[in-house]
């Protein structure tokens, strides 16, 4: 494995405090330096910006010959680089996002004590109460999982990213939309079509299926129905349990668990032609939410796009 870390994501919004107040809410700690787990910390930070826009990712890779490779194939597709003090800084072309690649060591976020189930056949939990009832805290988020970005021509981002390491795990129609990972998660990366480019949503991973839930249902009840956005349900592409929401700047964000996990790339068969209508939920809602890619905002982003060209 090269890279192997979705590390950071810095976002720009009109009004940072909000953001920052909300990631202090749903559990992650931090500063004005960035937010994050307590075994991920750091992992967004908040710029101002004229409108809501993602600014940069930064991947983590084995060593420095996963940055020569990257620099041969940039080379090949004819995209500028600086190399600096061991880190890989990219421009995007097409979208102006800031891709940064450095070594790192290969982790994971420490596994917290797992809830006994009770099944048919296989009763874990005898004599007690369900620990999601007991736990006086709720879980938290435990790390950024990933990001959905939308640009005018995803198949040269697709192209980039697969450049600088990414895989490709599943795609959607040909290549409309590709799901991509750095990691042996699904997908840390979905690039999708858009007017322009903008961020669709990112994605923080919980514990479990109750994780998921709570949190969800947790924020929704001190914020309103009006921030909700889709879910609960379980995508097909990727396997996870998912809940969408948006965020005090109007991102989508998604509480995630129970992706699928891909150790062995070569025996991951990558599927090219899911189809959109079959592709959102095995169960809950059937189809995807028509704003889930026409975002309300979306004037806004076009607009502050242009204006900042």
Known sequence: MALHRLMEMTVGVPDPSALHAFYEEIGFTGDQEGWGSEAYPGQIK???AGYRQLKSIKMACE??????????????????????????????????????????????????????LNTPGNRQRVGERAQ???????????????????????????????????????????GMATFLRCSRDHHNLLITPGPVPYLNHY?????????????????????????????PGRHQIGGNIFWYMRDPSGTFFEFFSDMDNIAD?????????????????????????????????????????????
């Open 132 to 174: 999601v009832i007991t736990e006086v805290t709720p879980r938290t988020p435990r790390r950024l999982g990933h990001v959905v970005m939308g640009s005018p021509e995803p198949q040269k981002t697709t192209a980039l990213c697969i450049a600088l390491g990414f895989r490709v795990s599943d795609s959607i129609g040909g």
């Open 46 to 48: 908040i710029s101002e």
């Open 203 to 231: 994605a923080m991973e919980q514990d479990d299926f109750d994780s998921v839930m709570r949190g969800a249902t947790l924020y929704l009840r001190e914020h309103g129905e009006e921030y909700q956005v889709a879910g």
């Open 265 to 309: 790339d070569e025996k991951w068969v990558v599927k090219e032609d899911w189809d959109l209508s079959d592709a959102w939920s095995i169960w809950g809602e059937k189809d995807q939410p028509e704003l889930f890619f026409r975002v309300p905002d979306m004037e806004s982003i076009i607009a502050g796009w242009h204006k900042s060209q």
């Open 63 to 116: 060593d420095e010959s996963d940055i020569t490779t990257a620099m041969a194939r940039l080379d090949q597709l004819g995209v500028a680089y600086q190399y600096t003090n061991g880190q890989l800084d990219v421009t995007d072309p097409v979208n102006k996002w800031q891709y940064q690649l450095e070594p790192a060591a290969i982790s994971d976020v420490p596994a917290m004590p797992r809830r006994l």
